[in-house]
């Protein structure tokens, strides 16, 4: 069953004709979109293909970093710059999936992938993405909440501004297979500190809801507060507000949220 | 459906097929130029059974959509083997009961390979995150990991 591949010299190209054909899928580093051709997928008509330099380009010397859509995690892991996004990008797949997957296909990687999208939630990316009609920036978090309805836009870039320090983000992912598995959950933590107290703190949960989600009520309880044991205790306390965690291979839904405030409190109070 | 016309290196040696939109690098190695030695296994990513290098990289095959080949140079077991000789990792998982039912075997040398030709003295830590991406069911890995180790340069109890 034979599909139409269409390669296009330019990303503009590309979105135009992924926004005019619901049957198309953008084909990046093939982890998601092959996969779904090998399961016989016959919803894909159409893959699209965009050789746009573009799209492989990082901009890291600065307090704000873009990543192209196209970037492989391969890539991040090499880029002495992007040492806050190591951890995550390091806990994805094998060394062969990381040279294929890429930082814009991860936003649509579905439970129990999508780990590098966990961290750049907590990070509160911001995403570039272009449609028929022009290109815009979409918050991460509106991004992922109508992330079925973005099939017809091409993403161009991601971009965060960089913590503060290597105390400011931290990463867990919780696998039962080391080092490479999918995940149980995963936990992304963005603490910023002023004046010795939480300003804009986020935290970001995997395979806790059907997307990636924040987890509102922990971020409440740590803000405006100094990192301490009862803050700490506080805000795993409230970690599993708002989530709806499914059951699946790896874990249950009653496993996930039992576990997810024992991995928070670790996480913030930087045990291993 | 239009077949579309693909070259590239295969182990060195310039090879041209025709293939159909959408299909994958492991049936073109496997059913257009008669490599058998990537394997299928899962066909999602999962196993590495099917690892071949591109340009000298380790990726998927079965992930791999055969057209983003053309031009580039892909390694598979097949071209591992110096002549009558078997290339020194071969020789080691051999030598070090590596293999058992020998499915993963392509993938776990070509993933060895991939290692050893950017890291020549891996640490056993190194070696384990090498073949994180493969898996076996036989072995319990250890043999593998000693393997490699040992193809590096006789550290296999490192």
């Known amino acids: 069953m034979a599909v139409t591949v269409k390669t296009f010299a330019n990303a503009s190209e590309a979105a135009g004709a992924l926004s005019s054909d619901r049957s198309a899928r953008y084909l990046g580093g093939g982890t998601l979109v092959m996969r779904a051709l090998n399961e016989g997928d ?16 990082i901009e890291a010397s600065g307090p704000r970093i873009t990543i192209g859509a196209g970037v492989t995690f391969a890539r991040v892991l090499a880029e ?26 991860n936003l649509f990687a ?73 995940s149980v959950i995963t936990v992304a933590a963005h603490l910023p500190v002023s004046g010795g107290r939480i300003a804009g703190a986020r935290i970001a949960l995997g395979s806790m809801a059907p997307t990636q989600i924040r987890a509102r009520a922990a971020e409440r309880a740590l803000e405006g507060r100094s990192l301490d044991a009862a803050t700490i205790a506080a805000a795993a306390a409230a970690a599993t507000e708002g989530t709806s965690p499914s059951d699946n291979a790896l874990g249950s839904a009653w ?11 670790r996480l913030l109070s930087g045990q291993e | ?13 310039d090879v041209a097929i025709f293939v159909d939109g959408g299909t994958n690098l492991l049936v073109a190695l496997r059913e257009l130029i008669g490599d058998m030695t990537p394997k299928f296994g899962c066909g999602q990513g999962g196993c590495g059974t099917c690892s071949v290098l591109i340009d000298g990289e380790l ?4 992930l791999t959509l055969a057209e983003t080949v053309a031009g580039r140079s892909v390694e598979t077991l ?26 993963c075997t392509p993938g776990m040398l070509m993933a060895a390979k991939a290692l050893l030709d950017r890291n020549p003295s891996p640490s056993r830590t190194e070696v384990i995150e090498a073949i994180s991406g493969n898996i076996c069911r036989c072995t319990g890995y250890e043999p593998i990991i000693n393997a490699i180790l040992a193809a590096a340069g006789g550290r296999a109890s490192a």
Do not use: W
């Open chain 1, 42 to 57: 016959v919803s894909i008509s159409t893959i699209v293909r965009a050789q746009d330099q573009a799209l492989t380009r």
């Open chain 1, 80 to 105: 002495r710059d992007l040492a806050f996004l190591h951890a995550p990008a390091r806990s994805i797949g094998g060394p062969a999936v990381r040279n294929m997957g890429t930082v814009g296909g």
């Open chain 1, 110 to 182: 579905p439970n129990p992938y999508g780990d590098f999208t966990v961290a750049l939630l907590a990070l509160d990316a911001t995403i570039a993405v272009q449609g028929g009609f022009g290109s815009r920036d979409i918050p991460i978090e509106e991004f992922l909440q109508g992330r079925e309805r973005q099939a017809g836009t091409l993403v161009l870039s991601v971009s965060c501004t960089r913590p503060a320090s290597s105390e400011a983000f931290r990463y867990r992912k919780i696998a039962r297979i080391k080092p490479k598995g999918g």
């Open chain 1, 255 to 265: 496993y996930r949220r039992e576990i997810v405030g024992v991995h928070l409190r």
């Open chain 2, 1 to 13: 459906m239009t077949k579309i016309p693909l070259q590239f290196r295969h182990n060195g040696r």
């Open chain 2, 59 to 62: 990726h998927l095959s079965c």
């Open chain 2, 78 to 103: 097949d071209g591992m083997k110096q002549g009558p000789n078997l290339h020194p990792l071969q020789r080691a998982f051999a030598d070090n009961f590596a293999a058992q039912c020998g499915y």
